[in-house]
């Protein structure tokens, strides 16, 4: 039997919690991210009060800089500890498949002088269709087509674009660029981005509607990914038979691989929390795991170097973390993590080389406190450990700390 009979694992996407020991090796706008920390700077700049995290343990985190997050608690009803990253990157993909038991040696391709010509002539030439020049870049997903989607709706060029991770990007209005169309062009240059020099993590339809001055992104978002080079604990469970619930981008990460029940995109965080919820309930999950990615973190508040913004959406969190646990059984376990870091006070506009936080709890635990600091893959070690299957390729258990 397992010790516990539901696990649930919560992606805080990019909430870092300090830089790591190898932090300066990477570079942010060509300042190493030895100086970045995700949640002190935030706390610093504008103030954070996350009560709820709080009494977890998350302010008990030992951490090297003299910035605290939260006070810390002196009688938390959880565990808590930092894990740091051992897979070369700091992107959404080798952050949660480094969770998943992974060890990613290479890392996936980014463009930050935007996509070689190459790759852009392919594109026009399968699609018909002429690419914006200008476009061809890192860029906000909003301000890319606040920028160029009136020059679209007059030309039918295609707006493709970067971003901090390995992605590229095509935001075409649904009324000049119908979906199918959108979907086809994204198909095609997932099919030429499958090895280096372009070795992509996500090709990312991004339809939108509306009027020059007002334009808003649909939810007929596609991510199209690559699928993990090895098998991940999220396979192991589905071959022995286990639930698996995917909440949010998880099942685009993990191209569907592994994972048996997808509850669908996220509107928003507080969607997201709806859905996870909504599958904690579920007659059906009586047994397994469930993976939630909220992103709203990192897409609408890290990259745009909002602290005000970022504290506010960890306050909503915060706020809603009571409902996530009155969704408990006795015998769950709830684990709240991020994937890496993104700093809003930091240089540039990409993610940072952070530790990240760990925090668990079951209303079964007797005890609480801090674990050993310890890698990202030890959390897919111990679902394995709990649930008796292998654990992928790196990883150690603490199933045993907690009790």
């Not at 009324?175 to 959108?182: N, R, T």
């Amino acid at each position: 039997m397992p010790k516990f009979n539901r696990m649930h694992l919560v992606v805080l996407d990019s909430v870092g919690i300090g830089a790591a020991p190898d932090a300066n090796n990477f570079v942010n706008a060509g300042v190493p991210d030895g100086a970045s920390d995700t949640l002190g700077h935030i706390s610093k700049a504008v103030g954070l009060n996350v009560p709820n995290m709080a009494k977890l343990g998350l302010g008990n985190i030992p951490r090297e800089q003299a910035l605290k997050t939260v006070p810390a608690e002196s009688n938390p009803t959880g565990y808590a500890t930092k894990l740091e990253e051992v897979s070369l990157g700091k992107d959404t993909m080798t952050g949660h498949w480094e969770i998943m038991g992974l060890n990613i040696t290479e890392p996936f391709d980014t463009f930050w002088n935007g996509f070689p010509e190459e790759i852009l002539t392919k594109i026009e030439e399968f699609s018909g269709r002429k690419v914006i020049r200008e476009a061809n870049k890192p860029y906000s997903g909003t301000a890319v087509i606040d920028d160029f989607g009136p020059r679209q709706m007059e030309t039918g060029e295609l707006i493709i674009y970067t971003s901090a991770d390995p992605v590229l990007q095509i935001a075409a209005h649904e009324d000049i660029i119908p979906l199918d169309e959108l979907y086809r062009i994204c198909e095609y240059a997932r099919s030429i981005t499958l090895e280096r020099p372009a070795l992509l993590g996500r090709i990312i339809a991004r339809p939108y509607v509306g009027d020059p001055g007002n334009f808003t992104r649909t939810a007929n978002r596609r991510d199209l990914a690559v699928s993990p080079f090895a098998p991940t604990v999220l396979d192991k469970l589905n071959e022995a038979g286990i639930d698996t619930y995917a909440v949010g981008k998880i099942n685009d990460i993990f191209n569907g691989a592994g994972i048996n029940h997808d509850m669908g995109h996220n509107k928003s965080n507080s969607h997201g929390i709806d859905n996870l919820i909504k599958a904690m309930k579920s007659e059906e999950f009586k047994h397994g795991f469930s993976f939630t990615n909220l992103v709203d973190f990192d897409a609408l508040y890290g990259h745009r170097r909002d602290p005000h913004g970022y504290r506010d959406c960890l306050h909503e969190f915060d706020e809603r973390l009571p409902e996530i646990i009155a969704a408990m059984k006795e015998d769950d376990l709830l684990m709240i993590t991020a994937d890496h870091g993104n700093d809003p006070t930091y240089a540039g506009t990409d993610h940072t080389r952070e530790y990240i936080p760990f925090l668990a709890y079951s209303p079964s635990f007797k005890g609480s406190g801090l674990l050993p600091v310890g890698h990202f893959a030890d959390i897919s070690a111990t679902v394995a450990d709990n649930f008796g299957v292998e654990k992928a390729m790196i990883g150690e258990s603490f199933l045993d700390k907690l009790v």
